[in-house]
């Protein structure tokens, strides 16, 4: 499958996103953090192309829960991909990596339109 999504089933975004692929009859395969963890390879690629402040979710709970002298470390990508890395909870959801491009999080406007363009399939 050219298509890969990667969050946690019961996320109601990672829900409206893969409600929207099945609707639109996109193939997809799901990576589900709970059961398989975060692949680091693949953090690191959405991290590398977005910024680990856009891939790091700090509108959690789980972040909320971290200790803010814990919070204080994450100055850069290295510490934000280790964190994420032992507790994914804490990346936003959900990440795609379609055949040509990375999404990250759910808008159905933005990938409506990336489905015109083939960036999508």
């Known amino acids: 499958m050219d298509v890969i999504v990667y969050g946690i089933k019961n996320c109601d975004t990672v829900k409206k996103a893969r409600k929207f692929l099945d609707e639109a009859g996109i193939a ?4 589900d953090y709970k059961k398989d963890g975060a692949d680091a390879a693949v953090l690191e690629a959405f991290v590398k192309e977005f910024g680990w402040d ?3 979710n700090k509108r959690g709970t789980t972040w909320r829960k971290v200790p803010d002298e814990v919070k204080e470390t994450i100055v850069d990508s290295a ?8 507790e ?5 959801r959900p990440l795609v990596q379609a055949k040509n491009k990375r999404f990250v999080g759910f808008d159905a406007n933005s990938w409506e339109m990336a489905m015109e363009m083939g960036e999508l399939v």
């Open 88 to 92: 994914p909870s804490m990346i936003k």
């Open 79 to 86: 510490s934000a991909m280790a964190l994420m890395l032992e």
């Open 54 to 56: 856009t891939i790091l």
């Open 28 to 31: 997809y395969s799901f990576h």
